[in-house]
């Protein structure tokens, strides 16, 4: 069983409740499962800023346990349901990611040979992110639709997230993609749904936001 959950809470609300940034939000997610606080992270979570004129941020959790409405979230704010048992039965999909498209790094020892230890670099150009979001399509069960059959993948411009956490200063790469999709691996489709897709996950990327097309 899969929940959704959607909060709506007034930005000026947010920052009310010390909701600033991307660690901010990772810790409120947190508040929805106030009975498991020593649970490995099996959620997933995604905030959409205010769009023009409006003072709303929009923001999803998406789990197999039932989440609560948290504290900084008014009652008429918080909306919940149960993903329907069929809805990631079918083949076409309308879908929306915000994800962090990045590439390791592998870092080097003195000597000059290859280390253990690897970073993430963002990966910044158009045609990088759409090979990426490829790869991953092929690594969990779908495919794009593309231009060649009469479709297109949205690619918006990468906006950089700020965190501080335990008083360092952090940084991660977002980009949202949008277009449609072809389910071809039912079982590794589903399980991206539920996981989600690349790194950052618990800083609120990956969650592949769905529409099924009939």
Not at 191 to 210: D, P, Y
């Amino acid at each position: 069983m899969i929940w959704l959950a959607r909060a709506e809470p007034d930005m000026a609300h947010a920052l009310r409740h010390g909701l600033r940034d991307a660690y901010d939000w990772h810790k409120a997610a947190w508040q929805c499962f106030p009975h498991a606080p020593e649970a490995r992270r099996d959620f997933l979570t995604r905030l959409d800023p205010p769009q023009a004129g409006m003072r709303h941020c929009r923001f999803w959790l998406l789990s197999g346990r039932c989440p609560q409405r948290p504290d900084w979230c008014p009652p008429e704010s918080w909306g919940i349901k149960r993903v329907a048992p069929g809805f990631l039965g079918h083949e076409l999909y309308r879908f929306d990611l915000l994800a962090n498209p990045c590439r390791k790094l592998r870092a080097a020892e003195a000597d000059g040979r290859r280390g253990k230890n690897s970073r993430r670099k963002a990966l910044t150009r158009r045609e990088e992110q759409l090979d990426w979001l490829r790869r991953k399509a092929a690594q969990h069960g779908f495919q794009l639709l593309e231009e060649q059959e009469g479709a297109n993948v949205e690619i918006f411009p990468a906006e950089n997230h700020h965190f501080n956490k335990a008083g360092e200063h952090g940084l991660i790469v977002g980009v949202r993609f949008r277009g449609l999709l072809r389910v071809v691996e039912q079982q590794a489709f589903a399980e991206a749904f539920a996981r989600g897709i690349g790194s950052a996950r618990a800083f609120g990327f990956g969650l592949l936001m769905l529409e099924p097309l009939r």
